[in-house]
């Protein structure tokens, strides 16, 4: 219950408070409803999720359909889906209206239901390499053909060995993710070219442009990864980039950052800046709060002593927990 009430007092602007009786004669008890400034955050993040449904019905058919069967497990998707900005109904909001392309099958909330591609659609089965060698190919006059952009870091060099084979292996032909590749060999240079496809369409369809590994290692048996798949991202640092920030092994894509910043953002990120901005502004009013108090505090010598370093330590607390707190819930929200 403290965590709780802690959790209320610093996000004021998310819940509205009071204490009211169960019973007549019942002690008063502490009653939380979401605050007005919330309830239009969730409408507005409606609305946008509206905006973009054309956007997420493409993302969950091409999850689907670079699948060795066209299926997944349905709790595989649930568990990913803040990666790829789906909406925590999903499975209602669009696999019900959308019978033309999602089918559901098998026992829901058992952990044996899996979501069935329906119908092929020729437009979603273009990746991001190839819609780009389209496009470069429209503007130039001449064919492009799809490939990886391969682009080390600053003062990154490989061997002249490794040169050589990254050479080779670029020059390969490009697998789409989305063709047959039951007729590859496991351990084949082709095999391996189209597993970098897959991540790289994957990442390419997540919000941040960056997933977990760990994550990423739910789907070996879907999208044929080998066990040893995470030394792609190692191998191919040209393509991705490895990283380790709060002892959690992510795979970036790094055509899709400059710096730190991400160069071509997902519409659907605009809920997250929404949430983030109705947190912020909470804080702010909190420290006026605690502000006010302190000036309260020193005009009353009485309570200086004893309320000061309660102010203090709480001000203090609230700064250090507001970057780890506004990351939980923003990857929540």
Known sequence: MDKIKTFLRRNPLLFDTCYDRIKPKSEPVLFVRPSHRLRNFLQEEKRIQLENEELLVAKLCKLLMMAKDKVISADKLVHVKREFGFPNDFMVSLVDKYPNYFRLTGFPGEGQSFLELVDWNPEFAKSVIERRAEEESRLTGIRVRPNFNYKLPPGFFLRKEMREWVRDWLELEYVSPYADASHLEQSSPE???????????????????????????????????????????????????????????????????????????????????????????????????????????????????????????????????????????????
């Open 191 to 333: 095999m391996e070219k189209r597993s970098v496809g897959v991540f790289h369409e994957l990442l390419s369809l997540s919000l941040f442009k960056r997933v977990p590994v760990a994550i990423l290692g739910k789907f070996c048996e879907e999208y044929r990864f080998s066990n040893a798949f995470s030394s792609v991202f190692t191998r191919h640092s040209g393509i991705f980039y490895m990283s380790l920030k709060g002892g959690i092994k992510t795979a970036m894509l790094r055509e899709a950052y400059k710096g730190s910043e991400l160069i071509d953002r997902d519409p659907l990120l605009e809920i997250k800046d929404k949430f983030v901005e109705l947190l912020e502004k909470g804080w702010q009013e909190r420290a006026e709060q605690l502000r006010l108090q302190r000036e309260a505090v020193k005009k009353d010598p009485e309570m200086v002593a004893m309320q000061s370093k309660d102010l203090d330590a709480e001000t203090s607390s609230e700064e250090s927990d507001k970057g780890e707190e506004a990351e939980e819930s923003v990857s929540n929200s």
